[in-house]
């Protein structure tokens, strides 16, 4: 079965660093792009980024340029998406998604919920 | 960047509707566009890729148009357990998503 497993919840303070994972398996990890989104309590989605785990060619929006980092090891068929000093308005649910080339992102994790709280 | 306009932003509809959908991109992304189900606590679901493509395991009902910089999700007749919110998303150049649709009980 061709599925993405996301990390669990994290709670984390303002000012505290964090790394989440998304986990394929089922496919060749390698040979699809893994994207990730964002969605704010009762908001909408915003795509974040982007990562080819063949060779780390990574993009980003310009929204989330330089306040996230996205890598992958593709060892571990993981990819993951970092942040260095998170902000309470980082508080959301995180998806990871595949992308294939023309059918967008076809598999979804179940999602890693954010929550910064001082 | 390349933005993305749905329209409505809610929609309230009885079960045997006709319901329509819009998304309009701010420049031409020829047929990189899709559509998602998102029901509340889950993930998104993938229905519709390339403007017109219907993913495997999505009923027919579920249809889709357009190309360019205008196009549409059409549900034919809808049922109870399409009552949830949808997103159109270019992936022309890198990715957008639209604000959603949020389809409620009439």
């Known amino acids: 079965e061709v599925q993405l497993v996301q990390s669990g919840a994290e709670v984390k303070k303002p000012g505290e660093s964090l790394k989440i994972s998304c986990k394929g398996s089922?496919?060749?990890?390698?040979?699809?792009?893994i994207g990730w989104v964002r969605q704010m309590p009762g908001k909408g989605l915003e795509w974040m980024g982007i990562?080819?785990?063949?060779?780390?060619?990574?993009r980003y929006s310009p929204s989330f340029q330089g306040q996230v980092t996205i890598s992958a090891d593709k060892s571990i068929s993981t990819a993951y998406l970092q942040w260095s000093s998170l902000k309470a308005s980082d508080t959301a649910m995180y998806y990871c998604?595949?992308?294939?080339?023309?059918?967008?992102?076809?598999?979804w994790g179940q999602g890693t919920m954010v929550t910064v709280s001082s | 960047d390349i933005q993305m306009t749905q329209s409505p932003s809610t929609l309230s509809a009885s079960v045997g509707d006709r319901v329509t959908i819009t998304c309009r991109a701010s420049q031409s992304i020829s047929s990189w566009l899709a559509w998602y189900q998102q029901k509340p606590g889950k993930a998104p679901k993938l229905l519709i890729y390339k403007a017109s493509s219907l993913e495997s395991g999505v009923p027919s009902r579920f249809s889709g148009s357009g190309s360019g910089t205008e196009f549409t999700l059409t549900i034919s007749s809808l049922q109870p357990d399409d009552f949830a919110t949808y997103y159109c998303?270019?992936?022309?150049?890198?990715?957008?998503f639209g604000q959603g649709t949020k389809v409620e009980i009439k």
């Open positions: 089922g496919y060749s990890f390698t040979s699809y792009w």
């Open positions: 998604a595949r992308q294939s080339y023309d059918r967008a992102f076809d598999i």
């Open positions: 998303q270019q992936y022309n150049s890198f990715g957008t």
């Open positions: 990562i080819y785990p063949g060779d780390s060619d990574t």
